[in-house]
T-cell receptor, first 113, second 112 residues
Framework: KAGVTQTPRYLIKTRGQQVTLSCSPISGHRSVSWYQQTPGQGLQFLFEYFSETQRNKGNFPGRFSGRQFSNSRSEMNVSTLELGDSALYLC????????????FGPGTRLTVL | DAKTTQPTSMDCAEGRAANLPCNHSTISGNEYVYWYRQIHSQGPQYIIHGLKNNETNEMASLIITEDRKSSTLILPHATLRDTAVYYCIVNLRGGSNYKLTFGKGTLLTVNP
């Protein structure tokens, strides 16, 4: 099976812009979670989608949003970018059923200038 | 806040067993212990999980104390490719709790 794929792998934006990141989960997986990783805060949970519905949410401002499509692919959007949004954004997929062994993608490295 | 405590770093000689400890004294009865690792510049990788019995898979063994307040991840024959940050996570399994809370983890360095 192909693993979790994320696009793009690297992205440079400027403050005030918005960005959309994409994640394709493992075939058959219905749960997609997003995480932000920074040197200062470590790995932090953003949100999780299951069957096109947001099921869990972390403590991030409303500038961070996401969605999931009927084929389980997911996108996350960050509006009005701030310098502090520079991070590695990781997507993880899971079956969504009675296990939460998550399989992570390689991440998207976002740099905000 | 993470519910686990791990040493910041550990060293291990190549070919020897690496034993990574984790304290989770506030674990509740229906919470599982999960281990993930993150090799530099890659996404985290699932290793193993357990509830109260010891578990083994092709990657590692997980030993959970009888009172479930601590556990040890064992890599039986560490290789240089096992150098990574290892995260011990306590979490409910399945349902609506697909949110992993990562702590700082343990940086394991395997030396030749």
């Amino acid at each position: 099976k192909a693993g979790v794929t994320q696009t793009p792998r690297y992205l440079i934006k400027t403050r005030g812009q918005q960005v959309t990141l994409s994640c394709s989960p493992i075939s058959g997986h219905r749960s997609v979670s997003w995480y932000q990783q920074t040197p200062g805060q470590g790995l932090q949970f953003l949100f999780e989608y299951f069957s096109e519905t947001q099921r869990n949410k972390g403590n991030f401002p409303g500038r961070f949003s996401g969605r999931q499509f009927s084929n389980s692919r997911s996108e996350m959007n960050v509006s009005t970018l701030e310098l502090g949004d520079s991070a590695l954004y990781l997507c993880a997929s899971a079956t969504g059923e009675w296990n939460n062994e998550q399989f992570f993608g390689p991440g998207t490295r976002l740099t905000v200038l | 806040d993470a519910k686990t405590t791990q040493p910041t770093s550990m060293d291990c000689a190549e070919g020897r067993a690496a034993n990574l400890p984790c304290n989770h004294s506030t674990i509740s009865g229906n919470e599982y212990v999960y281990w993930y690792r993150q090799i530099h510049s890659q996404g985290p990788q699932y290793i193993i999980h357990g509830l109260k019995n010891n578990e083994t898979n092709e990657m590692a063994s997980l030993i959970i104390t009888e009172d479930r307040k601590s556990s040890t991840l064992i890599l039986p024959h560490a290789t240089l490719r096992d150098t990574a940050v290892y995260y011990c996570i306590v979490n409910l399994r399945g349902g609506s709790n697909y949110k992993l809370t990562f702590g700082k983890g343990t940086l394991l360095t395997v030396n030749p």
